[in-house]
């Protein structure tokens, strides 16, 4: 099985900050890597399929890039809608989430 | 856009059968580009992909490996709804349980674009 780590599992931030997450497979995935946002008591929303491309309707300050095993998410300026969970996740094979990285206001 | 609206009862005990469903608007269960799938997600497991179904020429289906024992899952083309039974709960199964929904134009084995609201299962006596 494939497994997905990210990192950090909790980041601070402040409104305006440039964000960065990683996230890692276990195994080359290529670019089958998806990236969700979630919100308390909320279903996770799509942000990102196939490593880099913005699904329809997310803001273009999100964005994503890399490919094989190690990817990113980047927020290039964190807005208040935007302190929430978010979660990698690979499709090359059965679907495998990452743990998730919570965004907090520092 | 589609809609996802599930439905459940919000409590089982051990040893019987969880059942959720989830009425599908706006697309069809019958679409040849999409995969209808079920997630749930609990504080000690996370986000976990529990299976998929889609039709093509047929009806197929894919379990995870963890509960391919214990799972069905099923479509219903008169109600155009999706069904999720999980048979032998554990307190280990209590989470919320998501329908979702995976376009072919993501690719692989797809992302997931269009969500249900989520139904809290508890395994409890």
């Known amino acids: 099985d494939i497994q997905m780590t990210q990192s950090p599992s909790f980041l601070s931030a402040s409104v305006g900050d440039r964000v960065t997450i990683t996230c890692r497979a276990s195994?080359?995935?290529?670019?089958?890597l998806n990236w969700y946002q979630q919100k308390p008591g909320k279903a996770p929303e799509l942000l990102i399929y196939g490593a880099s491309t913005l699904q329809s309707g997310v803001p273009s300050r999100f964005s994503g890039s890399g490919s094989g095993t190690d990817f990113t998410l980047t927020i290039s300026s964190l807005q208040l809608e935007d302190f929430a969970s978010y979660y990698c996740q690979q499709s090359y094979n059965m679907p495998v989430f990452g743990p998730g990285t919570k965004v907090d206001i520092k | 856009q589609g809609q996802l609206q599930q439905s459940g009862p919000g409590q089982v005990k051990p040893s019987q059968t969880l059942s959720v469903t989830c009425a599908i608007s706006?697309?069809?269960?019958?679409?040849?580009?999409?995969?209808w799938n079920w997630i749930r997600q609990s504080p000690s497991r996370g986000l976990e992909w529990l299976g998929r179904?889609?039709?093509?020429?047929?009806?197929?289906?894919d379990y995870a490996v963890s509960v391919k024992s214990r799972i069905r899952m099923s479509a219903d083309t008169s109600r155009n709804q999706l069904s999720l039974q999980l048979n032998s709960v554990t307190p280990d199964d209590t989470a919320v349980y998501f329908c979702?929904?995976?376009?072919?134009?993501?690719?692989?084995?797809?992302?997931?674009?269009?969500w249900g609201q989520g139904t809290m299962v508890t395994v409890s006596s």
């Open positions: 979702a929904r995976g376009p072919s134009y993501t690719s692989g084995w797809y992302a997931f674009d269009i």
């Open positions: 179904t889609y039709h093509r020429s047929e009806w197929y289906t």
């Open positions: 706006g697309d069809s269960v019958s679409s040849n580009s999409v995969t």
């Open positions: 195994q080359d995935i290529s670019d089958f």
